[in-house]
């Protein structure tokens, strides 16, 4: 009997090898150009974020440097500079003179300072003003400071305002420093630029704090920095360009140009060096008349 349609079995063709060959050619090429896109994007987005990585260092380190050298005082303030090197005082209470204890020493009313920041400030000495020549003049090693007599202060009308407190402050002011003289309590700090021990073969930003004794409590506040990371200096004679070179008057500062070049801890996939972020402002100390 011949073989109806009804009853023929249905043939499926298969691929070819030719068909098989072209389709994996095909998946080799376009797999190759992922693989190539990925990698791509791979090193770009190592590199963009070892470059945030950098301006993080610069941006980290700035807040802390800012609020210290702002508060610089711009006749005595700086004792000893380098380009990566500075050993400042830092007041961090200010007051006025209610008069004499005896021979126990000048007491002092202080205006409200944080509780925080006057017990980590680190007393180093003191400096008062001079009312007649606007002149600060530094006492320091041996100086110290005590808990004064609020009596004194009352006795003379000077309120201290809550939550300011009276100290008492040796050696005594001179006798002419008068009722009322500004005063203001400092501590010694020195930041420098100098080899890492958190990022070896780089440098960090330090923070030391250097007390009357001649002990010393640094910190490294953050790194890595570049080589160029510096400090550039404001002199009266020429105020309005920084210079290299430290003038031979530290009292002739007006300012310091600050070069917080960051840069990355290592080095991003197909580039020769570390990612470095450029970064410079300026700091100019106040109640600077000239």
């Not at 009853?7 to 072209?22: A, D, K, M, P, Y």
């Not at 003179?97 to 020493?105: E, F, Q, S, T, Y």
Request: hydrophobic share 40%; net charge positive; proline share 5%.
């Amino acid at each position: 009997m011949p073989m109806t349609n009804s009853t023929r079995t249905s043939v499926r063709r298969g691929v070819s090898l030719i068909e098989l060959l072209v389709g994996i050619v095909i998946f080799a090429i376009v797999g190759a150009a992922f693989t190539k896109l990925l990698s791509v994007q791979g090193r770009f987005f190592d590199k963009q974020g070892m470059a945030n990585a950098a301006r993080n260092v610069s941006r980290a380190s700035l807040n802390r440097v800012i609020s210290d050298f702002r508060m610089i005082e711009a006749t005595g303030g700086v004792i000893a500079a380098t380009s990566q090197s500075l050993t400042i005082r830092i007041p961090f209470a200010i007051g006025v003179v209610c008069g004499d204890d005896g021979a126990l020493g000048t007491v002092v009313s202080l205006l409200p300072v944080d509780s925080t920041t006057y017990a980590n400030a680190g007393y180093y000495g003191y400096a008062w003003r001079n009312f007649q020549t606007g002149a600060y003049t530094y006492v320091e090693n041996p100086s110290s400071e005590l808990a004064g007599n609020a009596a004194i202060c009352v006795a003379k009308n000077l309120t201290t305002v809550p939550p300011g407190k009276v100290v008492t402050l040796t050696p005594l002011l001179p006798a002419g420093a008068g009722l009322g003289a500004p005063v203001f309590l400092y501590a010694r700090v020195r930041y420098e630029f100098k080899a890492s021990l958190a990022v070896p073969g780089k440098l960090g930003l330090y923070r030391t704090q250097i007390r009357p004794n001649g002990t010393e409590s640094s910190e490294e506040l953050v790194a890595p920095f570049a080589s160029t990371a510096k400090w550039r200096f404001f002199v009266v004679s020429n105020s309005n360009t920084a210079q290299d070179n430290v003038p031979a008057q530290l009292s002739d500062l007006r300012g310091l140009e600050l070069h917080l070049d960051g840069t990355s801890e290592n080095i991003a996939p197909g580039r020769t060096s570390n990612e470095s972020a450029p970064f410079t402002t300026a700091v100019f100390f106040k109640n600077r008349t000239n």
